[in-house]
């Protein structure tokens, strides 16, 4: 009763917060082109990491002018655009030169005005939608052989989740929405969905999200001290108005949401079989040995949030490092 006392009015506060904030139809969303005007994304094949071996298979006409994307080319087929069946020099920055094989799907940029560079085709990611949908596959499979019902259910919730966070919180922050507003609203719609969702309507469950819905309020607050991010920054420029702290909080906050969710829910589950063990356990004696297994909780929380930055952090120095080599 009193767990439905106090998660009653938070579910009707979170679908208030969603009429009231959601955005409607922002002509922002996908309104920045991924490339300048005239460009166009293409396909294409790798026949050879030379590229020597497609000299004169397709040169442009009137020859190059300037070799200098050459350097770090391949030679490819393009399959599809204006250019589709033509062998031509595509050029792939070195950081990815080394990967590039035979036969490998590649995602190109197709610039008609470079053709005095070398070549109008310049590599921008590997063709990955086949091996991400066969490992997707193998994972959903996975899940629902160990779990079953469960981690079917746990996947639907996941799917539930990114809904709300791609139709509602990230165009309601386009839509300059108030972000601490954007941000309590929209997990807690998010966490409503995938915790209900894979675990069923329960004392347990309610207590477990009761907990994450505390995380969420204390990681809003300290998320909202602001930021300086260059992503950030550029992206403000893109959309005038746009809060940095806005994207900063939201961020904070859906980063922070599974692993505050796994402790909220591991743990409920920990004192719900310490009580079950034992039923005579008094309740002093269940909440000492509940914060025994909650401090494990925090010490491994602290350093899969530490190692998890740290891998980020290291992947963004290395893409610092290569646009300044650019």
Same mark, same amino acid.
């Given at each position: 009763v009193v767990l439905a006392a106090i998660m009653g009015p938070i579910v &009707?506060?979170?679908?208030?917060?969603?009429? %009231? $904030?959601?955005?409607?139809?922002?002509? *922002? =969303?996908?309104?920045?082109?991924?490339?300048?005007?005239?460009t166009g994304m293409e396909t294409a094949t790798i026949t050879s990491t030379s590229v020597a071996d497609c000299e004169g298979a397709a040169r442009p006409l009137g020859g190059y002018s300037d070799d200098s994307l050459l350097d770090?080319?391949?030679?490819?087929?393009?399959?599809?655009?204006?250019?589709?069946?033509?062998?031509?020099?595509?050029?792939?920055?070195?950081?990815?030169?080394?990967?590039?094989?035979?036969?490998?799907?590649?995602?190109?940029?197709?610039?008609?005005?470079?053709?005095a560079s070398g070549t109008?085709?310049?590599? &921008?990611?590997?063709?990955?939608?086949?091996? %991400? $949908?066969?490992?997707?596959?193998?994972? *959903? =499979?996975?899940?629902?052989?160990?779990?079953?019902?469960r981690g079917a259910l746990s996947v639907l919730g996941l799917i539930l989740a990114?809904?709300?966070?791609?139709?509602?919180?990230?165009?309601a922050l386009l839509d300059l929405a108030p972000p601490m507003w954007v941000a309590l609203v929209g997990a807690g719609a998010m966490m409503l969905l995938a915790v209900y969702t894979a675990h069923g309507i329960s004392v347990r469950t309610t207590t477990a999200l009761l907990g994450t819905v505390v995380g969420v309020v204390i990681m809003v607050v300290l998320s909202l001290w602001g930021a300086n991010e260059e992503s950030a920054l550029t992206l403000a420029?893109?959309?005038?108005?746009?809060s940095l702290r806005a994207l900063l909080t939201c961020g904070m =906050?859906?980063?922070?949401?599974?692993?505050?969710?796994?402790?909220?829910?591991?743990q409920a589950?920990?004192?719900?079989?310490?009580?079950?063990?034992?039923?005579?356990?008094?309740?002093?004696?269940?909440?000492?040995?509940?914060?025994?297994?909650?401090?494990?909780?925090?010490?491994?929380?602290?350093?899969?949030?530490?190692?998890?930055?740290?891998?980020?952090?290291?992947?963004?120095?290395?893409?610092?490092?290569?646009?300044?080599?650019?």
């Open positions: &009707v506060a979170t679908l208030v917060g969603l009429v %009231v $904030l959601w955005p409607g139809k922002s002509s *922002l =969303v996908g309104s920045q082109p991924f490339g300048a005007e005239g770090d080319a391949v030679c490819a087929r393009i399959t599809s655009g204006d250019g589709e069946g033509l062998v031509q020099p595509v050029h792939v920055p070195a950081e990815f030169r080394d990967s590039a094989n035979v036969g490998d799907g590649l995602r190109v940029m197709y610039t008609p005005s470079a053709l109008p085709y310049v590599f &921008v990611d590997y063709q990955r939608q086949v091996p %991400v $949908l066969a490992l997707s596959i193998v994972y *959903l =499979v996975l899940v629902v052989a160990v779990a079953g019902r990114t809904c709300v966070l791609m139709f509602f919180m990230i165009p420029s893109l959309v005038p108005g746009l =906050v859906v980063a922070g949401l599974g692993v505050l969710n796994d402790v909220t829910i591991t589950s920990s004192v719900w079989e310490l009580h079950a063990a034992n039923p005579s356990l008094g309740r002093a004696r269940l909440f000492t040995g509940g914060m025994r297994i909650g401090r494990d909780h925090i010490a491994s929380t602290v350093y899969t949030l530490a190692f998890a930055y740290a891998g980020t952090a290291a992947h963004r120095s290395r893409c610092k490092r290569d646009d300044a080599l650019g």
